[in-house]
């Protein structure tokens, strides 16, 4: 893969990143004006305190959405960026550039991803009908007591 492209990628992080870093802090201040009483600023904090507390705040979106970040950089830092993770045999290898500009911090190609949302959908469904059956069969049980 091109430097160009690498470092280009890279930015786009970084710029993600940071302005996910923006809002959620603005939510934090936010909050914490909310409650004066307990006199502190947040931006006061010690740097490791202050992450701690941008954790908590975090919600499972955000979560996944900086993990994938950072996971994404630590690709580029092992050259690994843009190689789809799958490997099953229907796999492209590399993703598609186009692809990784609407989506830096993507893991799989196209056709890997296609396949792994069918995947959920049948995994899903098995999993509804499995649910309904233990019901059904719990009931049949309850009866027989
Ligand atoms: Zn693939």
């Known amino acids: 893969m091109r430097k160009e492209f690498l470092k280009k990628a890279e930015e786009t992080l970084l710029e993600t990143k940071k302005q996910l870093l923006r809002e959620i802090q603005g939510r934090v201040k936010e ?5 004066k009483d307990e006199g502190r600023d947040t931006y006061d904090l ?14 499972d979106r955000e979560r996944e959405k900086l993990l994938a970040i950072e ?3 630590q690709r580029i830092k092992d050259k690994t960026y843009g190689i789809c993770e799958c490997g099953c045999e229907n796999c492209e290898g590399e993703i598609q550039l186009g692809r990784l500009k609407i989506l830096p911090f993507t893991r799989l190609c196209v056709k890997c991803q296609e396949e792994m949302e069918k995947e959920n959908k049948l995994q899903k469904k098995f999993e509804d009908e499995r649910s309904y059956r233990k019901l059904a069969i719990t009931d049949i049980e309850e009866e027989n007591f």
Not at 46 to 59: G, K, M, Q, V
């Open 31 to 35: 909050e914490t004006e909310g409650s």
């Open 46 to 59: 010690a740097s490791d305190e202050r992450d701690r507390e941008i954790n908590f705040i975090l919600n």
């Open 71 to 73: 996971e994404a950089l």
